[in-house]
C-alpha cells in the first residue's frame, strides 16, 4: 500500500537561510509525487509536481524538489526563505493526481 | 476565475447530531473531490465524483456519511449522526478532469463536543 512520511513534524529556520523538507514514500509502481503548502485558514497550494523525466522539479515560490528512487524520497528545498513562507507543508504519493495519499505534515516556522 | 468554494468555514455541533457541509467546485471541474483532515494529519480521501457518479468511496464511512453531486456541479456532505472523533476539517476540491491538478476550497472546520 502507498504511503508517504514526513519525519519532521515542526521546522524552525531564520528567515534568509535555506531549508529542506523531508518526505519518505512506499510505493508500489512508479509513483507521481507532489509538495502542497496550506497557509492557516486556506486551503492546500499545490508547489509541484513529479510524474517522469527531470528528477529535480522547480516549482512555485522558488520551491524545488528532487526525486531519488534509491532512498524512495522527494525532499522540498529552497535555497533561502522568507518570512511568507511559515506554513504547514505536506507531501503527497499518488496515482497520476488520483488516490494521493498525504503524509502527516511538516510545520514551517521562520525566524525573523 | 473563482476557486473552490466551501460553507460554512466554521460550524459546531454536539454529538449524535447531523451536520451537512456544501461544495461548489471551480466552473466547468469534472471531478469532486472531499477529504478529512484531522489535526496534525494530512487530508484523506473520503469520496471522489466524476460528474455525478461516484469514482471511489472506498474512505467514506458509510454507517454515517453520506455525499451527493445530484447535477455533476456542487456537492454536500453530510454526517449523521456526528461523532466526537469526526472533528476535523472538510476540504473540497476539484479538477477539470480525472488525473488533473486538484484545486483546493478553504475547507469547513467541524468541532463535535
Known amino acids: 500500500a502507498q504511503s508517504v512520511t514526513q519525519p519532521d513534524i515542526h521546522i524552525t529556520v531564520s528567515e534568509g537561510a535555506s531549508l529542506e523538507l523531508r518526505c519518505n514514500y512506499s510505493y508500489g509502481a512508479t509513483p507521481y509525487l507532489f509538495w502542497y503548502v496550506q497557509s492557516p485558514g486556506q486551503g492546500l497550494q499545490l508547489l509541484l509536481k513529479?510524474?517522469?523525466?527531470?528528477?529535480l522539479v522547480q516549482g512555485i515560490k522558488g520551491f524545488e524538489a528532487e526525486f531519488k528512487r534509491s532512498q524512495s524520497s522527494f525532499n522540498l528545498r529552497k535555497p533561502s526563505v522568507h518570512w511568507s513562507d511559515a506554513a504547514e507543508y505536506f507531501c503527497?504519493?499518488?496515482?497520476?493526481?488520483?488516490?494521493?495519499?498525504f503524509g502527516a505534515g511538516t510545520r514551517l516556522t521562520v525566524k525573523p | 476565475e473563482a476557486g473552490v468554494a466551501q460553507s460554512p468555514r466554521y460550524k459546531i455541533i454536539e454529538k449524535r447530531q447531523s451536520v451537512a457541509f456544501w461544495c461548489n467546485p471551480i466552473s466547468g471541474h469534472a471531478t469532486l473531490y472531499w477529504y478529512q483532515q484531522i489535526l496534525g494529519q494530512g487530508p484523506k480521501l473520503l469520496i471522489q465524483?466524476?460528474?455525478?457518479?461516484?469514482?471511489?468511496d472506498s474512505q467514506l464511512p458509510k454507517d454515517r456519511f453520506s455525499a451527493e453531486r445530484l447535477k455533476g456541479v456542487d456537492s454536500t456532505l453530510k454526517i449523521q449522526p456526528a461523532k466526537l472523533e469526526d472533528s476535523a476539517v472538510y476540504l473540497c476540491?476539484?479538477?477539470?478532469?480525472?488525473?488533473?491538478?486538484?484545486?483546493f476550497g478553504p475547507g469547513t472546520r467541524l468541532t463535535v463536543l
Open positions: 503527497a504519493v499518488g496515482h497520476n493526481n488520483n488516490d494521493m495519499r
Open positions: 465524483f466524476q460528474n455525478n457518479g461516484v469514482v471511489d
Open positions: 476540491a476539484s479538477s477539470s478532469v480525472i488525473g488533473g491538478e486538484q484545486f
Open positions: 513529479y510524474f517522469s523525466g527531470d528528477t
